[in-house]
């Protein structure tokens, strides 16, 4: 796994991991650096021998104003953020996952690529939007080399980024949503692991919105 910052949770994690049975490793890193990328793949080959999984999860920027008050270098750097780490992190995959014949590549979108527009989210919508078309032609690509490439769309899940959202906004959404509630980490981190095994291993090109149906296609 990678980490920005906050060294000390990564080790937690990869502690539990540990004391569940599994094996990890944290290694800090900046996504959208491609020498940075780089030698991470290249230090999880050097101990695991294989890549065949991948994650593309880290926030990588929001900027919360309307068009009219949000400059270019604002907007250019939540879109160029976004796609630079799902490009660099694909990029240093596919090297791996084509010797193997073997992959899946999954990345986090959001609901707001396909939500009625929300004030606010104009950069981060864009840039979501344009990751779901990013996987499609990475889909496209890669499939004859065994390499699958979808992203998950969640709506809002109760996590920390949403802790101060009131209470009541978050009961609002719940009660519109069929399911009478908000995502939780293991909804979406099910739909996730669905997709990295074997069952979810005729589905690609994709975007899958995890939202109990607030947003239905």
Same mark, same amino acid.
């Given at each position: 796994?990678?980490?920005?910052?906050?060294?000390?949770?990564?080790?937690?994690?990869?502690?539990?991991?540990?004391?569940?049975?599994?094996? &990890?490793?944290?290694?800090?890193?900046?996504?959208?650096?491609?020498?940075?990328?780089?030698?991470?793949?290249?230090?999880?080959? &050097?101990?695991?021998?294989?890549?065949?999984?991948?994650?593309?999860?880290?926030?990588?920027?929001?900027?919360?104003?309307?068009?009219?008050?949000?400059?270019?270098?604002?907007?250019?750097?939540?879109?160029?953020?976004?796609?630079?780490?799902?490009?660099?992190?694909?990029?240093?995959?596919?090297?791996?996952?084509?010797?193997?014949?073997?992959?899946?590549?999954?990345?986090?979108?959001?609901?707001?690529?396909?939500?009625?527009?929300?004030?606010?989210?104009?950069?981060?919508?864009?840039?979501?939007?344009?990751?779901?078309?990013?996987?499609?032609?990475?889909?496209?690509?890669?499939?004859?080399?065994?390499?699958?490439?979808?992203?998950?769309?969640?709506?809002?899940?109760?996590?920390?980024?949403?802790?101060?959202?009131?209470?009541?906004?978050?009961?609002?959404?719940?009660?519109?949503?069929?399911?009478?509630?908000?995502?939780?980490?293991?909804?979406?981190?099910?739909?996730?692991?669905?997709?990295?095994?074997?069952?979810?291993?005729?589905?690609?090109?994709?975007?899958?919105?995890?939202?109990?149906?607030?947003?239905?296609?």
């Amino acid at each position: 796994m990678t980490y920005l910052d906050q060294a000390d949770r990564a080790e937690r994690l990869v502690t539990e991991i540990h004391e569940s049975g599994g094996d &990890a490793l944290a290694v800090q890193s900046d996504i959208r650096d491609s020498e940075q990328i780089r030698q991470l793949f290249e230090q999880t080959v &050097a101990t695991y021998q294989r890549v065949d999984i991948v994650v593309s999860n880290a926030p990588v920027g929001y900027v919360g104003k309307s068009f009219r008050d949000m400059s270019w270098e604002e907007y250019r750097a939540v879109v160029d953020g976004e796609l630079r780490a799902a490009f660099e992190v694909t990029k240093a995959a596919v090297a791996a996952m084509t010797a193997q014949r073997h992959g899946r590549l999954i990345y986090l979108s959001s609901g707001l690529a396909k939500h009625h527009p929300i004030p606010g989210k104009l950069a981060s919508a864009t840039a979501k939007a344009s990751l779901s078309t990013f996987v499609r032609y990475i889909a496209e690509e890669l499939g004859s080399s065994g390499i699958t490439a979808n992203a998950v769309a969640p709506g809002l899940v109760e996590t920390e980024l949403n802790q101060d959202m009131p209470e009541e906004e978050k009961a609002q959404i719940a009660a519109m949503t069929p399911l009478r509630r908000i995502a939780g980490p293991e909804d979406i981190a099910g739909v996730v692991a669905f997709l990295a095994g074997e069952d979810g291993g005729f589905l690609t090109g994709i975007t899958i919105p995890v939202n109990g149906g607030l947003a239905m296609d």
